[in-house]
């Protein structure tokens, strides 16, 4: 008995070990193709994947997750909600529903938050704060912590908001440094208003710096787009207009709508070959079909044609045993006739 509760964990245990292993395995070559900005072969990948029955409903989920957060890094927020919605559904399947679902609040409400959608952004934030985020890991706490900086900002709460902007730069520093950019861009926003020219030109070294070192175009152009709107509101047109043509050219690089474009022709062609199979399973089943109906209908014919054989078998059988019974009959006659004579 403990010999087999032995092995049951074990298999257990692999096939825990095999699950973790496949989605390690699509996040690892995800990154690569992302840092690579062939987002077109990962949209492709992650559509494999989700289309394998063999993948679990929380690799799914992470799938789908993943590939609302590359039309999100495209500025394709639609996308990137319909893709929110199909993790949802997965999640819900999952082994861990209730964590998903806050995760998913999340998601939504940074895309908000990014789409500058701030009273959308907002209603998700206080519905996962009634939860004190206590399912959401370090990397949501740090987006949530820059967002609830920034309405703070707005509520012209400054010393609350340095201290949001400050524990979320912790844990960037800690895990994520790739994200610090997001953080200095409120910062930048932050020391501008407090008038505070030094910190604020600081800040936005401090985050071009990290951005140009880990090649996010995007940060880099959030960056500057934030200094040139800065500069719009103090009225000094001319370094305005230096970080306008900044702004330009990085969209430019960026090229964020080819790419896009690049993915959605990729996802017309995954379903066009969906179609197309769909169209030969119908087609397969339709020939199982016609042959087995072709088999059907030789199968009524020869079963017709024995019960006819049968019907007329028993119809001989029906009068030899009515010829017989009859010579039966003349027989016990004769016998009878013989008897009277006899006596």
Same mark, same amino acid.
């Given at each position: 008995m403990k010999n087999l509760i032995v092995s049951i964990l074990l298999l257990f245990s692999t096939f825990i070990y095999s699950q973790n292993k &496949?989605?390690?395995? %699509?996040?690892?070559?995800?990154?690569?193709y992302n840092q690579s900005e062939r987002y077109d072969l990962s949209v492709k990948l992650l559509t494999d994947f989700v289309a394998d029955e063999k993948n679990s409903a929380d690799?799914?989920?992470?799938?789908? %997750?993943?590939k609302s957060n590359i039309y999100?890094? !495209?500025?394709?927020?639609?996308?990137?909600?319909?893709? +929110?919605? %199909? &993790? !949802? =559904?997965?999640?819900?399947?999952? %082994?861990?529903?209730?964590?998903?679902a806050q995760e998913i609040k999340a998601e939504k409400a940074f895309i908000f938050f990014e789409m =500058?959608?701030?009273?959308?952004?907002?209603? !998700?934030?206080?519905? +996962?704060?009634?939860?004190?985020?206590?399912? +959401?890991s370090n990397r949501y706490l740090l987006f949530i912590y820059v967002q609830e900086g920034y309405f703070l900002l707005k509520d012209k709460n400054f010393t609350a908001s340095e201290k949001k902007l400050n524990d979320a730069q912790e844990i960037a520093q800690l895990a994520y440094p790739e994200e610090l950019p997001i953080i200095y861009?409120?910062?930048?926003?932050?020391?501008? !208003? +407090?008038?505070?020219d030094k910190k604020r030109d600081q800040a936005y070294q401090l985050g071009i710096g990290i951005a140009k070192k880990y090649q996010n175009l995007k940060y880099e152009f959030y960056l500057n787009e934030i200094y040139k709107n800065i500069f719009s509101e103090n009225n000094d047109s001319k370094n305005a207009l230096v970080y306008q043509k900044k702004c330009d050219s990085l969209f430019a690089l960026y090229n964020s709508n080819n790419k896009s474009s690049k993915i959605e022709l990729i996802e017309q062609e995954i379903k066009e070959e969906n179609y197309d199979s769909e169209i030969e399973t119908k087609q397969q089943i339709m020939i199982y079909l016609f042959l087995f109906n072709v088999l059907l209908l030789f199968l009524v014919l020869f079963l017709i044609k024995k019960y006819k054989k049968h019907k007329q078998k028993k119809i001989l059988i029906e009068q030899d045993n009515k010829r017989i019974q009859e010579e039966i009959n003349h027989l016990k006659s004769l016998v009878n006739d013989q008897k009277d004579h006899h006596k």
């Open positions: &496949a989605i390690e395995s %699509l996040k690892e070559k995800i990154n690569q690799d799914k989920y992470t799938a789908y %997750l993943i999100k890094s !495209l500025f394709k927020y639609q996308h990137a909600f319909k893709y +929110l919605d %199909l &993790a !949802l =559904q997965e999640g819900k399947k999952g %082994l861990n529903a209730e964590r998903f =500058q959608n701030f009273d959308e952004a907002k209603l !998700l934030m206080d519905k +996962l704060k009634q939860s004190d985020y206590e399912k +959401l861009g409120k910062k930048i926003e932050l020391y501008n !208003l +407090l008038k505070e």
